[in-house]
């Protein structure tokens, strides 16, 4: 599933409504430990031959050799070892100056279980998860700082913002992790954990949720990872006060009633009232989809019959709401976008264009204007569609470029030379934000078209805006903003 679905799935909580969604990347540590083990390992054919001749009453190394039919010397190097290791120990005998070879207690028992118990200091890689502040191990790729901000992940810092000690490694912990994570084969014990000899940051993909209550409030982050909603780390976001850290307590964007057409005609400020009928539809729309989500949850948890069939009469009311709030908002032919529906009209738009396409956008990003991107762009240019794009913000807003969004606005100006269709326009001044899509929509309001990703600086937003389906009101956007890309001289267009 690509993000924008991931974020739409996610989209309905009762109460709730998504406000906006990125892509970061979760801090985690590489750590190397010093530790002291008890390896436990197979013992050795020939250590396990003269341990069980021991344990039946031999007592020499001529004994053994004769009954093994083995050198002598060989035998003499088993049982050295066997005594290095303290399993087979000298003792005397009653009455006689003579000494005999006998199994010790360790002895006894590593040949009861088939293996030697050896005391080892290692060293073991792990992981220490900087945001849940515990033990962990990832098979996944991770990524450094300086990649992530080359894909335009944005990073969350460790919370709190301290390498992790000895102490933060409980050893029946790590234990567990040695065993079921690492898989090694061996058998090993911990004992202790002496140090921390190396520790570097990196982090995780992942993908942020912001959401806010219907009714206002703090809003609060849920994090996907691996493409489950994972409520541990946003348990551990809000109380390491990660909106704050970040800087994000009071995220905003939302439409301006210039954007939206008079939809109460006896109100005497028709923006203002029509902006407030919005959102109040949007409001119950969202609380109806969330429950619809809630109630087939729970149908498919129960198995009490009488329980799946009041749920299914709430789904069946939820679905009418729905559908009626849903062609009410046909009729009027405007209502509210929220932030995860922008990409999918997007792709919708670029796809079924059919006589002119108009995007503008502050900023190009690679991660948005991507290769699938310009060739339906392309694709849209060869059924005739007149395509115009129109981009690009002050100098001191728009930052040094990276070297792949310069690549990718290049390209855009390689199909506008070789397409005369293709308006192509910097404008250098732009907030504007607008989506046109022949006279079927409009959609105006705080969503970057062409920067929605790809950018590790960006913060949380309310990204809202107007989607309008009135002919006339399109045609009127249009020409509006079609003066600029007149008024504006293009480097990249055919002459």
Request: aromatic share 8%; net charge neutral.
């Amino acid at each position: 599933m690509t993000v924008h679905q991931i974020a739409e799935k996610h989209a309905f909580k009762p109460g709730f409504r998504l406000i906006d969604f990125m892509e970061v990347g979760l801090p985690v540590y590489h750590v190397i430990l010093q530790v002291s083990t008890l390896l436990r390992k197979k013992i050795a054919p020939l250590d396990e031959f003269v341990m069980r001749c021991l344990n039946f009453g031999m007592r020499d190394c001529d004994e053994i050799s004769a009954f093994l039919g083995l050198d002598r010397r060989i035998v003499e190097s088993v049982v050295s070892g066997l005594i290095r290791d303290n399993d087979v120990a000298l003792s005397g005998q009653p009455n006689s100056t003579d000494q005999s070879l006998k199994l010790t207690v360790r002895g006894q028992k590593s040949l009861e279980l088939a293996e030697m118990i050896v005391p080892e200091d290692k060293t073991i890689a792990l992981f220490f998860d900087a945001l849940l502040r515990q033990p962990a191990y990832y098979r996944e790729q991770l990524f450094k700082a300086k990649e992530l901000r080359e894909v335009g992940l944005k990073e969350i810092p460790a919370m709190p913002a301290r390498q992790p000690k000895v102490a933060d490694f409980p050893i029946n912990q790590v234990q567990e992790l040695l065993r079921s994570s690492v898989g090694t084969g061996e058998k090993r014990d911990l004992l202790t954990i002496k140090r921390v000899e190396r520790c570097n940051r990196l982090f995780r993909k992942a993908i942020a949720l912001l959401y806010r209550s219907l009714e206002g409030g703090e809003p609060y982050v849920e994090f996907v990872v691996d493409g489950k909603l994972t409520g541990d780390y946003g348990a551990a976001f809000t109380r390491a006060d990660g909106l704050k850290i970040l800087g994000l307590e009071c995220p905003a964007d939302t439409p301006t009633p210039a954007n939206i057409p008079t939809l109460d005609r006896e109100s005497r400020d028709d923006s203002n009232s029509s902006l407030k009928i919005l959102q109040a539809e949007s409001a119950d729309r969202l609380a109806a989809e969330a429950e619809i989500v809630e109630t087939q949850s729970a149908i498919q948890q129960t198995s009490d019959h009488s329980t799946r069939n009041a749920l299914q009469e709430r789904l069946r009311q939820a679905e009418s709401r729905l559908a009626e709030l849903e062609e009410r908002q046909k009729r009027r032919g405007v209502r509210q976008v929220y932030v995860y529906e922008h990409p999918r009209l997007l792709d919708s738009a670029l796809s079924s264009c059919k006589s002119r396409l108009m995007i503008i956008s502050p900023w190009i990003r690679a991660q948005v204007v991507t290769q699938d991107f310009l060739k339906k762009i392309k694709e849209a240019l060869e059924r005739g569609v007149t395509v115009y794009i129109g981009y690009g913000i002050t100098n001191e807003e728009q930052g040094e470029p990276r070297k792949a969004d310069k690549d990718a606005e290049e390209k855009l100006g390689k199909l506008a030379k070789r397409f005369k269709h293709f308006c192509f326009r910097r404008f250098g001044d732009t907030h504007a934000k607008v989506l046109i899509c022949d006279t079927k929509f409009s959609i105006t309001g705080s969503f970057n078209w062409l920067s929605f990703k790809g950018d590790s600086d960006r913060t949380f937003r309310d990204e809202q805006s107007v989607l309008v389906e009135m002919p006339d009101h399109i045609e009127g956007v249009f020409r509006e903003n079609l003066k600029r890309f007149e008024s504006q001289p293009s480097a990249h267009n055919a002459d």
